[in-house]
């Protein structure tokens, strides 16, 4: 029914990703996993459809299709591999959003065209290995030095790192202040020199999600690349995750119904005890119950999603969203490898992929815990608007 | 140079198509319909001709109002207007009739070169190019691999059996475009936002020139006089209690026997 809030030309583009996603990326998805990467003339085609610049407003080159068209995207794009969401998620949420909130003109017009066109990719540089949820106790620094700011630290488990070309990085500008105008937000450019990548990360998920640590050694930044104010870094790295959470609900819920669809077509024709097990009435439920907390995921995304694109502000509804969902879909790829039996733990059915891949929604943008967090502030606040 | 497809909508190639009650069409309702795949590579080239040589490029299609949608997919991924051949007249046109109507338009627009797809997908029959070419005396070329245009010639690349024929023809012509002919574009945001704007014309009976008993159900000269489903698939056979060896030994005597296919 919310069909009726999007404009129709949003929902036919959202068609024709669809169509490209069957077929240019189902086909492909085990290829995908076996190089640990997406074809090249397979990324072209995302850089044709506009897929990198959703977010941002056509003046900067993008699509401009606001939070709800990026969803309903991000929504079609899980059909295909979990590595169409790593490649542009990060050019359309947290690697452009800082400078798209809070950057000024010459830095929109100098960086955000080549994000949207994805001639360039970006990457978001918060975590630190000892401030994860915690991001304000980072320890990364930032001193002024004439014209420049001189960063030093480490930072970890960065999406796209390796292949980034624009880095947004938060660091302190002033230790006694930190989250009270003490963190201040960078861009820093591949090629810089004093900013290196560290280690690769080995991880459970797919290989086509790349994470890197990154190391700053008296890296020094040109002022004009100080995004904002000095010491406003942290309002903006939070801000810029709202949009983020509720696309990852999004990315969830596809995921949640494309495995749906396989533990309902493999119901269908696993025959056990003389009938197909979809007769029996405990696989049943498991796909009801599947269905009705799709549903449900996919209705508190769109009501979020439009929100925010009409302007309203609340965290908590991003929050909601991201816990919702991506609680959900484990738990939808938990029941889908159940129906599969044993065949759902082995590789050939792909589940097993689903059930690791989707098991970072509950740890990235901010662990369920941290979602739970600023939710309950919000009631606790009586700030909270359904 | 100007290029003009002739364009048909069909149900998506995964609807499933459920016969209607009175057995003479299909059940329309829940179904998604495309725009005929063979005819997405006609429109790819048109494109890709007009951006070559500069020109223009034009969709035409017969059907009722939501062959549209369909439409504007073209004109979204880059063809320039339609024509929209629309009339209570026209419905129930087989092939031959449809072939007029789009004659029609096409004496009147005048291109260089006519693309159709090499078939539809709902009926399959691939007349309408060939009674096209007929009805406006110009060559056809029918299921066009690769195309080269050279001043007032084409060299085009066909399917055959176990290769492929290259032929030269004068222009105008009529062509059916076949898989491999390029990799249709995906229709772009900016590419559906100036489709909105483009012109769509209408064109009714009045303006071709026809009369009523030459279109449509008056004018068809095949009447479909039903639809009927797939039969069901026979059941499996299935040995059991046997010998494995003795199985396979069945197994290949039936397989040789019954279903003929070693
Ligand atoms: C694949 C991947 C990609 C990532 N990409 C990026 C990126 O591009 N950029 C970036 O900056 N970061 C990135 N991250 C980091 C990610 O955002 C953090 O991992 C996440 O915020 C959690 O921090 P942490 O890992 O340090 O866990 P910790 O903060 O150490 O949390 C450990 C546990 O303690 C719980 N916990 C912590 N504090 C509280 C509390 N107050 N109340 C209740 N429970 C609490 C947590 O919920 C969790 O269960 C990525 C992480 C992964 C795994």
Known sequence: MYKAAIPKEILEFVDTVRKFVKK???????????????????????????LYGMTIPTEYGGLGIGATGYCLV?????????????????????????????????????????????????????????????????????VKDGKFWVVNGLKHFITNAPIADVFTVLALSDKEKRTKGGITAFI??????????????????????????VIFEDCRVPEENVIGKVGEGFRTAMKTLDIGRVTLAASCIGYAEKLLKMGSDYAKIRVQFGKPIADFQAIQWMLADCATEIYAADCMMIDAALRYDSGERQSALASMAKLYAS?????????????????????????????????????????????RLVISRSVLKDELTF | MKVLVCMKQTPDTEASIKIAA?????????????????????????????????????VVTVGTDRVVESMRTALAMGIDRGVHCVDPAFLGSDALATAKILASVIKTENPDVVLC???????DQAQAPAYLAEILGWPQVYSVAKLELKGNAAVCNRRIEGGEEIVETSLPCVMT????????????LPGIMKAKKKEIKKWALAQTGLAETDVGTAGAKVKTLGYLPLPDRPPGKVFKEMETADMVKQVVKLLREEAKVI
């Open chain 1, 24 to 50: 240019d990326c189902e086909p492909i998805d085990e290829l995908i996993e076996q190089q640990g990467k997406i074809p090249e003339p397979v990324v072209q085609k995302v850089r044709d459809l506009g």
């Open chain 1, 74 to 142: 991000a929504k079609a794009l899980s059909w295909g591999h979990g590595a169409f969401r790593s490649l542009i998620a990060v050019n359309n949420g947290i690697g452009s959003q800082a400078i798209l909130l809070s950057g000024s003109e010459e830095q929109k017009q100098r960086f955000l065209p080549d994000l949207s066109s994805g001639k360039k990719l970006s990457c978001f540089c918060l975590t630190e290995p000892g401030a994860g949820s915690d991001a304000a106790s980072m320890t990364t620094t930032a």
């Open chain 1, 188 to 213: 820093i450019e591949k090629g810089t020199p004093g900013l290196k990548i560290g280690q690769l990360h080995q991880h459970m998920g797919s290989k086509a999600m790349v994470q890197s640590e």
């Open chain 1, 327 to 371: 609680e959900m879909a484990c738990k939808v790829a938990d029941r889908v490898l159940q129906i599969h039996g044993g065949m759902g733990y082995m590789v050939e059915a792909k589940v097993e992929r689903y059930y690791r891949d989707l098991r970072l929604y509950r740890i990235v943008e901010g662990t369920s815990e941290i979602q």
């Open chain 2, 22 to 58: 009175d057995g003479k069409g299909i059940e329309e309702q829940n179904i998604k319909w495309i725009m005929s795949p063979y005819d997405e590579y006609a429109v790819e080239e048109a494109i890709r001709i007009k951006e070559k040589q500069t020109g223009e490029t034009v």
């Open chain 2, 117 to 123: 797809g090499r078939q539809a997908i709902d009926l």
């Open chain 2, 177 to 188: 475009c076949d898989k491999g002919l390029n990799e249709p574009r995906y229709a772009s």
